[in-house]
C-alpha cells in the first residue's frame, strides 16, 4: 500500500505538465523567428555554393577538354512546389561533342524553393547590351535560346539564357562599357525576386577575362 502511494506521489501533475508545456511555447515563440532567419539563410548559403562550384567546374571542363562549355539558365515554373509564376529555378551544363553538336555534360540542376535567380539583380540574365562590336569580335553571350527539360512529370521546350567558357578559362562575355560587372543572384522567396534591396542575397560575380569568381553577401 506504501509502494502505491509512494509512486503515485512521485508522477506530474496534469497542471504542472500544463505549466511546463505552456513556458516551452513561451519559449519557442521567442526563438521561432531567429530559426526561421537560420534556416533560410542556410538553404541560400547551399544553393549558392553550389553554384558558384557548378560555375567553377565549367570552367575546368573547358580547360580540360580544350572546348566551349556552355552553362544555361532555365525559365520556368515550378509546379511541384506551387510556384506557377516563371523564374530562373534551373541550370544545366552544355558542350561540344566532336560532331560539332552541343551535348549535356551535367545533370539538370533544379534551385530548391524558396531560393530562386533574381532576374533583375543579375546581369548575367539579361541578353540586353550587346552591340555590333562585341558580336565581331565574338562576344555574343548572354544569349537567348530553347531547349527541351524536364518539367512535371515530361519534357517541355523552355527558355533559358547562357554564357561560355573558353578553352582557355576565359569567357564570351563582353567588357561592359558602363562599368557594370557580370553577375547571378540568388535570393530567397517569390516575393525578394521582385525586391531590388533584398535583406538577404547570394551574389556571384563572373569576371569575363579570366573567369574568376567572387562572392558577394550582405
Known sequence: MNIVKRKI???FSLIEMMIVLTVVGILLAFAAPDLFSLMQSSSLTSEGSHLRNQISQAQQLALAKNADV???????????AAETEEGFRAYQMFQFDKTGAMIEVSRFYRINAPVILSEALSTLLTTAGKDSADKKFGFVSPQEGKYEVPVGLGMEETDYVAFRFRPDGSTDLPNRSNGDTWYLTLVQGEGAVRDTDPANYYCLQVNPYNGQITEFRP
Not at 552553362?71 to 511541384?80: I, M, P, Q, S, V
Open 9 to 11: 506521489a512521485a508522477a
Open 70 to 80: 556552355e552553362l544555361r539558365f532555365f525559365k520556368l515554373a515550378d509546379t511541384a
